[in-house]
């Protein structure tokens, strides 16, 4: 298997046109975190070469919102589609001999098991090109996924150019994709903006790669919604909601109660300690950290607050605050911007 250094590029120009919004579509939140630094999250530590991402509307709050990032950037002054926006990282990879992994920067469903996945069968494979795809139920406006009898990948047909057959094919191409970074560039130089919107196609590069007799594999996830991109408030909260299924799963599992799910939200960035209990109706945002054995909520507001271990929070707002361990908050506490110092354990009364 190859062992070849593994860059990314995320392709992040996208606007918020279809959002009705004046925020870059990257940066719009999915429990607590812009929906660009969930993927950047996802393949921390794959990525072991070159970072790039694709910036084009207010590329300035793009590139601010990643400062903590080890990335560069190239701007999509025009959008000329897809192969455009890959096109203009060139000069970024002219010294690499390696793999390029090609993600956008609306999908933040992906999961780390699925690109580890599709990097393992593009290696294992020794392919020039391998390609993330699912299958749908309803595959409309998506791209075909048609197949050698060897189960390679033929080519990949646009939904408005496929045929009357080949749209009952439910696999769909998902955007992501791994290519030979040699391959992929010599590519690239050989598409053609041929198509009505006069752009540039990276699912042409494809084509290509296979009439050059180059292998292209793909890798099925089974799992539709992780793939799902956002490009309008309705998906936004579809993936709003399945992401936030997926935080309160992984806290439970790690040893705290979540009595009624359905009712509690809490952000990405939120850490909770074991033995704590979560009652209904209980939101927990930003940076708050809760010490291990506290019980917090019902009817409770927490953001950006440090809650020591062995605390009681009821039915109160809390934020910016530093609780010691074994306090006892509210109920109907409004605490903002403060240190609490003092207190009788478990029975202290805070002066507002």
Known sequence: MSAKPLSSIILAAGDGT??????????????????????????????????????????????????????????????????????????????????????????????????EKLIERHRHQDASATVLTTRMR?????????RHQDNTVLRIVEDKDANIYEKKITEVN???????????????????????QGEYYLTDVIQIMVKEKKRVEAYVTKL?????????????????????????????????????????????????GIDTIVE??????????IGQGSQIGPLTQIIDCEIGERCTVNSSYLRGCCIPPEMSIGPFANLQHGEV?????KKAKIEE
Not at 280 to 289: A, E, Q, R
């Open 18 to 115: 279809r959002l009705r919004s004046q925020v870059p579509k990257a940066l719009h939140r999915i429990c607590g975190r812009p929906m660009i630094v969930h993927i950047l999250r996802t393949i921390e530590g794959l990525v072991d070469a070159k970072q790039v991402v694709v910036v084009g509307f207010a590329s300035n709050m793009v590139e601010e919102a990643l400062k903590g990032f080890d990335v560069s950037f190239c701007l999509q002054d025009k959008r000329l589609g897809t192969g455009h926006a890959v096109m203009i990282t060139k000069e970024s990879f002219e010294d690499l001999d390696g793999d390029i992994l090609v993600l956008v920067g609306d999908a933040p469903l992906l999961t780390r098991g699925t690109v």
């Open 280 to 289: 209904p109706n209980t939101h927990i945002y930003g940076k708050s950290v």
């Open 224 to 272: 539709p919604s992780e793939t799902m991109g956002i490009n309008n408030r309705v998906q936004f909260a579809k993936a709003e909601r399945i992401m936030r299924d997926r935080i309160l799963d992984r806290l439970m599992l790690s040893g705290v109660t979540i009595v009624d799910p359905s009712s509690t939200f809490i952000d990405d960035s939120v850490s909770i």
């Open 138 to 146: 309803r595959p409309d406006e998506y791209g075909r996924i048609l």
């Open 174 to 196: 998902t955007g992501t994709y791994v290519f030979d970074s040699r391959n992929l560039f010599d590519a690239l130089d050989k598409i053609e903006p041929t198509n009505e």
């Open 341 to 345: 110092i003092y207190a009788e354990k």
